[in-house]
């Protein structure tokens, strides 16, 4: 049996993410989102001070191509950059916050990631073990990875290995994407040892971790220390390295136990704006707004009662959840009474400036039905009426610019009206120079007929298409200065829409 | 046309500045003629005073249950608001009042209007109440520089409503409120700022631009009604907004497969020197 489980057991792939210029792309990532105008060719150094010294903690790639290095001065690191300019603060604990939000958002590509601290560079670890059949292949995941990175302002460096200690020190070795690909070529810095360690190792030339591999393990151990052969063990798979796997935040959520049942509704409601008001404390502490609450009691001699409310946009906004929720609070059938009360954010979003229209969303969601406030979405087809898409604010989210699909979706280069009518009506036509358009009881002379233009189905939609959708299309420009979108059948004429 | 006499442009002119602190909704510029508007250049200010309900109609000469909106002045109109309100979206209220979304896309490829727009569905009952509740709601929120909403039967105290809702006042951000209405109803009493006819423009032959304007679709839009101003300003000139549909970008306007469809946002408006005789716009 355990012959036949080591043969079925999936490959274990570790993809190894480490960021070379975290920090400062951090920081240039925040002072942008706050609203700093930073050039594209501005040099970025983060700066931090130590004993009145104020030195370079980190720059960007074009600072260090200038040759801007870490620890310097920032006096000189000033010389060396006279062109556009900008230093930033360092601000660890946001560079480590914003490493996790990283990590989390990683677990599109795995379940399991992870931070590797004792890389040097912030490293994230993904686990892509029986991800195959996801991932068409390594190379194209790790090009995928980079992609999003860059595309979010950050540099990263990925590598593929069978072992988490290997894909780290591939991945924190390479300086080009397509580097060497073995572990004997990487640098011994790249097995995460102490300095120390590493600047005996090169007193004697052992520069690479091939270097190393040519010396006996027992000498290994007496020159260097224990914990030099572990790491190499680990690189090669002959150790297990305890990993970690980030596990998500607990979402906030706060309760109240009461003594007895409580049946007197001003006490619940009470209660309920206690746990709305810590509850947004919490929220404020992890600088969140709640996209989706739910209200929980325990009745006695009732079943549960439970209430979900989603807001338009994140909020943590005491006063406007109370009044989301007092309604329901009314309504609530609590048997002999209420005994325990448990308030949770199930969703959470960044909070946005636009906190009003947030509400002004829920306020009319919570009247006029979830569906009440849309917005329009684009698609790519030639028929007007199937050009857009409504799409429920509460569902999908107000921001049509935060989804990239969005702006992928090309507009079809084509005239349509501006006003279409809910259904075709018929019209007589007359065509020909000096033609008419009789329509809604109104004869209008037609100067200048336009088209036609032949509208198909798309050949992916066969057979679903309207009847009034396809067919040969006319813009008809009348005398009185009305355009009229008409459509040829063999039934006749049909107007479908104008410029109005 | 070499230009409107000067006898009469300083009379309109006159006529403007006498009306202006009775009718603040127009920042019009007097005597100038179709003919050179268009080499003037249009400013970029809204047309229109914020903080108050204008109402606009389709002009129609019979009615119909599914009556017109001029939906081109609305969306040229949100474009021109949208450029002076760098944060702030636009609520389309009530179905009927709910563009084509293609229209609101530009053919540079922006979309800054669809981006920003908000789509309201008060339900299709028959009574407006919902609906007038919606406006009044959208009115109220400063996250929202611009409201476009079907106003068909709404009442004189629901006007009222509205116009209170949309002064806001207290410093907060002023809100452009378009209300459109159906043309059977540009009798019924309303506390609207200023209610506006909409119409297609016919070509005409005396114009030199010919060429353009017989191409695309162009809508006048003229002052019937301005809460509050004097009698004779409204009677003996007539304001109009003008915006046009164009293809800007196509080589060949009768090449429809190349040509791009594109909202010019020149709102223009001016005064017509019809001074000569005290006659009133027929509605």
Redesign the interface.
Same mark, same amino acid.
């Given at each position: 049996m355990i012959a036949q489980h080591a043969m079925t057991a999936p490959r274990r792939r570790m993809l190894a993410v480490a960021f070379p210029r975290w920090t400062a792309e951090c920081a240039r990532r925040t002072a942008r989102r706050q609203g700093a105008a930073i050039s594209p060719d501005a040099a970025v150094l983060v700066v931090t001070e130590s004993h009145g010294v104020r030195t370079v903690h980190d720059c960007c790639r074009h600072a260090a191509s200038l040759g801007v290095m870490r620890g310097m001065s920032l006096l000189q690191a000033r010389a060396i950059c006279s062109g556009p300019r900008t230093e930033l603060p360092h601000m660890p604990e946001r560079d480590a916050s914003m490493l996790r939000a990283c990590a989390v958002w990683c677990q599109r590509y795995s379940p399991i990631t992870m931070l590797e601290p004792s890389a040097g560079i912030p490293v994230v670890l993904i686990d892509i073990t029986g991800c195959e059949r996801i991932h068409p292949s390594e190379p194209a995941l790790e090009l995928q990875v980079r992609r999003a990175m860059h595309a979010r302002g950050f540099t990263a460096r990925t590598a593929c290995a069978p072992n988490a200690a290997a894909a780290v020190a591939l991945a924190t070795a390479r300086h080009a994407p397509h580097a060497a690909r073995t572990i004997d070529a990487c640098p011994v810095r790249c097995l995460r040892l102490d300095r120390k360690v590493i600047e005996r190792m090169h007193e004697v030339n052992i520069r690479r971790v091939g270097d190393l591999l040519r010396c006996t393990r027992a000498s290994i151990a007496s020159r260097f220390g224990a914990p030099t052969l572990l790491r190499l063990d680990q690189a090669f798979g002959r150790t297990e390295q305890h990993i970690a796997p980030l596990r998500p935040r607990p979402l906030p959520a706060v309760e109240r136990i009461f003594d007895g049942p409580v049946a007197a509704l001003d006490a619940l409601q009470f209660a309920t704006q206690e746990l709305i008001g810590e509850l947004c404390v919490q929220l404020h502490a992890l600088e969140r707004g709640a996209r989706e609450i739910e209200l929980v009691a325990d009745c006695a001699d009732a079943p549960r009662w439970t209430r979900r409310l989603v807001f338009g946009a994140p909020s943590a906004n005491a006063r406007h959840m109370m009044g989301m929720l007092a309604p329901s609070l009314e309504r609530m059938k609590a048997g002999l009474g209420v005994e325990r009360l448990r308030l949770a954010a199930l969703r959470m979003g960044r909070m946005m400036?636009?906190e009003?229209?947030g509400?002004?969303?829920d306020?009319?969601c919570a009247?006029? =039905?979830d =569906? #009440? /406030?849309?917005?329009?979405g684009?698609v790519e087809d030639h028929r007007?009426g199937r #050009?857009?898409r !409504?799409l429920p $604010?509460l569902r999908h989210g107000?921001?049509? +610019?935060a989804t990239a699909q969005?702006v992928r979706v090309r507009?079809?280069?084509? !005239?349509?009206?501006?006003?279409?009518? &809910?259904r075709a009506e018929m019209a007589s036509v007359e065509v020909g120079s000096g033609g008419s358009v009789r329509w809604?009881?109104?004869c209008r002379t037609v100067?200048s007929w336009?088209?036609p233009?032949r509208i198909a189905p798309p050949w992916t939609a066969v057979g679903a298409m309207a009847p009034a959708e396809g067919g040969d299309f006319w813009?008809a420009?009348?005398?009185?200065?009305?355009?009229l979108w008409l459509r040829r059948t063999s039934d006749g004429w049909m107007v479908l829409?104008? !410029?109005? | 046309m070499a230009g409107i006499p000067d006898e009469i442009r300083q009379r309109a002119a006159l006529l403007v500045q006498s009306s202006s602190a009775s009718l603040p909704a127009l920042r019009c510029t007097a005597g100038k003629d179709s003919h050179d508007r268009r080499s003037d250049g249009a400013s970029d200010e809204l047309p229109l005073e914020l903080g108050v309900v204008h109402e606009w109609m @389709?002009r129609e000469?019979?009615r119909?249950a599914?009556w017109? $909106? &001029?939906?081109?002045v609305m969306?040229a109109l949100c474009w021109r608001m949208l450029a002076s309100a760098s944060?702030g979206?636009v609520a389309w209220i009530g179905r009927h009042a709910w563009?084509? %979304? +293609? #229209?609101? $896309?530009r053919s540079d490829?922006s979309?800054q209007l669809?981006?920003r727009?908000?789509? $309201?569905? %008060? =339900?299709a009952s028959s009574s407006c109440d919902?609906r007038i509740?919606?406006v009044q709601?959208?009115l109220g929120?400063?996250?929202?520089c611009a409201v476009v909403f079907d106003g068909s039967g709404c009442a004189m105290v629901a006007s009222r409503r509205l116009q209170l809702a949309a002064a806001r006042g207290d410093g907060r951000p002023a809100v452009l409120a378009m209300a459109v209405r159906p043309w059977h109803e540009r009798l019924c009493p309303s506390a609207a700022a200023t209610r506006w006819a909409?119409? &297609?423009?016919? %070509?005409t032959t005396q114009d030199a631009a010919l060429d353009e304007r =017989?191409?695309v679709? /162009?809508?006048q839009a003229e002052l019937l009604r301005a809460r509050g101003a004097l009698a004779h300003a409204v009677g003996q000139c007539t304001h109009r907004i003008e915006a046009t549909?164009s @293809?800007s970008g196509a080589s060949d306007r009768?090449d #429809?497969?190349?040509?791009? /469809?594109d909202m010019r946002h020149d709102v223009r408006h001016d005064v017509r020197g019809d001074l000569r005789g005290n006659r009133r716009p027929q509605p």
């Open positions: 400036r636009q009003a229209l509400e002004w969303i306020t009319l009247r006029l =039905g =569906g #009440a /406030v849309m917005r329009c684009l007007p #050009a857009s !409504w $604010v107000f921001d049509l +610019r969005a507009v079809v280069q084509a !005239w349509r009206p501006s006003l279409l009518l &809910p809604r009881g109104e100067l336009h088209g233009e813009r420009q009348c005398a009185d200065g009305l355009w829409g104008s !410029w109005s | @389709w000469s019979t119909h599914t017109t $909106v &001029p939906h081109g969306i944060d979206r563009p084509v %979304p +293609r #229209a609101c $896309v490829g979309r669809l981006e727009s908000l789509f $309201v569905d %008060p =339900g919902e509740w919606a709601q959208s929120c400063d996250g929202i909409v119409a &297609p423009a016919p %070509p =017989g191409e679709p /162009v809508w549909w @293809w009768s #429809a497969s190349n040509a791009c /469809v």
